[in-house]
Each structure stands twice: as structure tokens, then as C-alpha cells.
């Protein structure tokens, strides 16, 4: 049975894994290469069980409960010594993340197995650079993650049956819904959304209409409840970029080829609400969206 979970990387996806399997029982070591890092997710994660507090959907108990089921770790080797599941969901680099699966192959027990949360990369190119193919599995939560309720589980090519029904089973423990599909780029989820944000980007490249009205027919046309080019401001341009890639090398298809805007607003700093704009503006605090001058 699995009660000790490590998780690697403290950023947006690190903190929310860590919050969910904390808030559902697990003793959870949340590991960072920056101590800051590890200190601001601990204070996130505290502030959204407030939130949860306040909402009435948990109580101070269960909050106090939490925040003490998680520990935190600068070293990947002592924080995965005890752990009987590994959760990486460090930077989206391939190189980076071949390197810490390594680290982890060699510290973590027998019988441990290591799951990423990564967006895009092969979880098979991933397992082939442990000794326990068998026991690697793609595990990717979305953004927010206390919040969306989807994981979608990702067999490798060696991954085991086991595996993949221990993962499913877990991700109910945890509230979640899962959903089981096969390791070919870009998976499922972002196989098809990201071709869809694309082709918004595309429309407003070849002026067919600007972002208020592209996101306007996909929010009340589709019944979307954020518009295509808001989530891609969301996710952030660069990360679109780079799974557009990735799909593109994946396929050999020119047809994921990313948009030369998406390319242009990477390369000038322009990626979305983490660095204050993207084809929306970010201002402070303001819930208003508003459109960037670059597209007025
Ligand atoms: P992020 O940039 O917010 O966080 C990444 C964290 O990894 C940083 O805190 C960084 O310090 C840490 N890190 C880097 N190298 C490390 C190392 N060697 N050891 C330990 N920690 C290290 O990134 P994120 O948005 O949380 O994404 C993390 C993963 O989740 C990526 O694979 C991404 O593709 C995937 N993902 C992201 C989203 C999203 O919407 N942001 C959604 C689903 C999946």
C-alpha cells in the first residue's frame, strides 16, 4: 500500500500534487532545487486549504492535518530514500528530466514506483533511462490541481498492467477521475487542445477576427468556459510552444507546426500571465481582461 509519495519540483503542478495527496492522507516530501521554491509552495498550499476552510468543503482540523502530512527536501537522493511512489513534475526540459529520473532510479527503494507529470515528453524515453521501465507511468494532473478533477494516466511501452491499475485506483483515492491512454506524443489531452490553440492563433495571424471575438465564439459557441487564447495565456505561450513542438517532431506532420505569432510573442518575453502578457494584459489584482495594445 502506498502511504509515503515524494514529489519533485515545487512550482504550480508540484505544489497542487502535493497539497492533494497531503489533504487525502499520504505523508508527502515536496522536493525543490530551490529552498525558496519549496518555502512559497508551502505558504500556496497553505493559503489555498484556507480557502477550502472558508468554503466549508474541509475543516481547521483537516487543514492543520494536511500542512503536517507534508515535509520538504532539497536533495532528490534523501527525498525519495522512503518514498514507495515518486512523483516528478520538474520543468519541461527532456534533458532535465532524463537526468533526475536517473537520480531517482538510484535512490529510491525496489519496487518504488516513479511517475511524471510531464505535459509531452515520452514517458517510454523517460523509463529507458531508469532499470525499472516496468514501473514508470505518466501521471498528469491538470492545472489547478485541487481543483480539475482529470488525470490522465499514460502507460509507456514497458509500462506494466499493475502499475497503470495501481495509478488509476490511487487517483480515486485522491477525488480524481482517471483516464488511461497510450504513450504517443502529445498523449491525448494535448494532441488535440493544443492543435485547437494553435489554429486560434492562427485566425488572429491572418486576421479573421481579433481575440476578443475568437475567444467569444469558442466560450459561447462551444460552451468552452475559457476562450482559446485566455488558456493559452493560462498555460503559458512558451509551454504551448514547446508541446507544439513536440508534437511536431513526434509526427513528422507539418500540420502541428506552431503559428509564427505564437513563435514572435515567445521570443519578446510575451507568455502569457506569468510574465504579465500574452494576447491579454495581467495587471495586479485586476479580474478585468483586458486586450494587449499589440492586438487593438
Ligand atoms: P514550474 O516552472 O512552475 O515548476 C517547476 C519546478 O521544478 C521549479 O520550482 C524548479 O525549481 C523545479 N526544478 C527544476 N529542476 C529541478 C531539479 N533538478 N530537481 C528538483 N526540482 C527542480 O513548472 P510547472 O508548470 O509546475 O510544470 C511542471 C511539470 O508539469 C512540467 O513537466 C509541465 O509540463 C507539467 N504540467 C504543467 C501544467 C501547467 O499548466 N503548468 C499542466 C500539466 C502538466
Known amino acids: 500500500m502506498i502511504k509515503n509519495v515524494s514529489v519533485i519540483g515545487a512550482g504550480t503542478m508540484g505544489n497542487g500534487i502535493a497539497h492533494v495527496f497531503a489533504q487525502n492522507g499520504f505523508l508527502v516530501t515536496l522536493i525543490d532545487v530551490s529552498a525558496a521554491q519549496l518555502e512559497k509552495a508551502v505558504a500556496t498550499i497553505a493559503k489555498n486549504l484556507d480557502r477550502q476552510v472558508a468554503k466549508e468543503t474541509i475543516s481547521e482540523d483537516q487543514k492543520k492535518a494536511a500542512l503536517a502530512n507534508i515535509t520538504t527536501q532539497t536533495a532528490i537522493a534523501a527525498g525519495v530514500q522512503n518514498a514507495q511512489l515518486v512523483i516528478e513534475a520538474a520543468t519541461e526540459n527532456t534533458e532535465l528530466k532524463l537526468k533526475i529520473f536517473k537520480q531517482i532510479d538510484e535512490a529510491a527503494p525496489e519496487g518504488c514506483i516513479l511517475a511524471t507529470n510531464t505535459s509531452s515528453i515520452s514517458i517510454t524515453k523517460i523509463a529507458a533511462a531508469t532499470k525499472r521501465p516496468a514501473l514508470v507511468v505518466g501521471m498528469h494532473f491538470m492545472n489547478p490541481v485541487p481543483v480539475m478533477k482529470l488525470v490522465e494516466i499514460i502507460n509507456g511501452y514497458s509500462t506494466t498492467k499493475e502499475v497503470t491499475h495501481l495509478i488509476v485506483d490511487l487517483s480515486k483515492q485522491l477525488g480524481k477521475i482517471p483516464c488511461v491512454v497510450n504513450d504517443y506524443p502529445g498523449f491525448i489531452a494535448n494532441r488535440i487542445l493544443m492543435p485547437m490553440i494553435n489554429e486560434a492563433i492562427y485566425s488572429l495571424y491572418e486576421n479573421v477576427a481579433g481575440v476578443e471575438e475568437i475567444d467569444t465564439v469558442m466560450k459561447l459557441g462551444m460552451a468552452h ?72
Open 225 to 296: 468556459p475559457m476562450g482559446p487564447l485566455q488558456l493559452a495565456d493560462f498555460i503559458g505561450l512558451d509551454v504551448c510552444l514547446s508541446i507544439l513542438k513536440v508534437l511536431q517532431d513526434g509526427f513528422g506532420n507539418p500540420k502541428y507546426a506552431p503559428c509564427p505569432l505564437l513563435v514572435n510573442m515567445v521570443m519578446a518575453g510575451k507568455s502569457g500571465i506569468k510574465t504579465g502578457e500574452g494576447f491579454y494584459i495581467y495587471r495586479d489584482g485586476s479580474k478585468e481582461l483586458v486586450v494587449s495594445e499589440r492586438f487593438k
